[in-house]
């Protein structure tokens, strides 16, 4: 069984870019899930699908950060324009559970690390 | 609001010898609570959960956590560590919404 899919692993920008990063979950799996972690901290939740449906978007910061599950597939986050505290990895996980699923295993995938310069 | 605490940021030990990671957490709700292990440039991967039943729970590698409600504690242990263990091990919770909050994590370095 293939894993959670990311692209790009690495990406360097200056303030002020945009950037985008893709992840494909694991096929079949209902609820999508993206994390910021920064260096020296645990990640942090920032955006959760249900299929297309945005199930908890509460610590997105939303001036300038974007994200969108198309077809209840692949998703895309968006940060514009970046700022050199958006300098961390994010991870994409998923889970199969097609409810906010409690107990459910988040398998993730390796990350996209972003540095802002 | 929920939060977790790894009260050791760092937790140097020979190999073979026994380990304890600690793991405090604070919730208003019923939680469900997790370990996760971060080998370098990669993504996490599940050590073993609890979700209800037995406090005791057996995951992958020889690791074992022990849940303790009054405590509110969810320490991770293994009897004997190897080298391969070295790695980033994170604390988790995760709420009956859905919610999941992690711990800082506790780097464990096995030596020789």
């Known amino acids: 069984e293939a894993g959670v899919a990311q692209s790009p692993r690495y990406k360097i920008i200056e303030k002020r870019q945009s950037v985008a990063f893709w992840c494909n979950p694991i096929?079949?799996?209902?609820?999508l899930y993206w994390y910021q972690q920064i260096l020296g901290q645990g990640p942090k939740l920032l955006i959760q699908?249900?299929?297309?449906?945005?199930?908890?978007d509460s610590q997105l910061p939303k001036d300038r950060f974007s994200a969108e599950r198309l077809k209840g597939v692949d998703s895309t986050l968006k940060i514009q324009p970046a700022k050199l505290e958006d300098s961390a990895v994010y991870l994409c996980?998923?889970?199969?559970?097609?409810?906010?699923?409690?107990?459910?295993?988040?398998?993730f995938g390796p990350g996209t690390r972003l540095t802002v310069l | 609001a929920q939060s977790v605490t790894q009260l050791d940021s760092q937790v140097p030990v020979f190999e073979e010898a026994p380990v304890e990671l600690r793991c405090n957490y604070s919730?208003?709700?019923?939680?469900?609570l997790f370990w996760y292990v971060q080998y370098p440039n990669q993504g996490l991967q599940l050590l073993l959960k609890?979700?209800?039943?037995?406090?005791l729970v057996k995951g992958i590698n020889g690791f074992e956590a022990e849940f303790n409600k009054s405590q509110t504690s969810f320490h991770l242990r293994k009897p004997s560590v190897h080298i391969s263990d070295t790695a980033e091990y994170f604390c988790?919770?995760?709420?009956?919404?859905?919610?999941?909050?992690f711990g800082d994590g506790t780097t464990l370095t096995v030596k020789p």
């Open positions: 996980a998923s889970s199969l559970d097609p409810a906010p699923g409690q107990g459910d295993t988040q398998y």
């Open positions: 096929s079949g799996h209902a609820t």
């Open positions: 699908f249900q299929n297309n449906g945005v199930v908890d």
């Open positions: 919730s208003s709700v019923s939680v469900y």
């Open positions: 609890y979700l209800s039943g037995s406090t």
């Open positions: 988790a919770v995760r709420s009956n919404a859905g919610k999941s909050t």
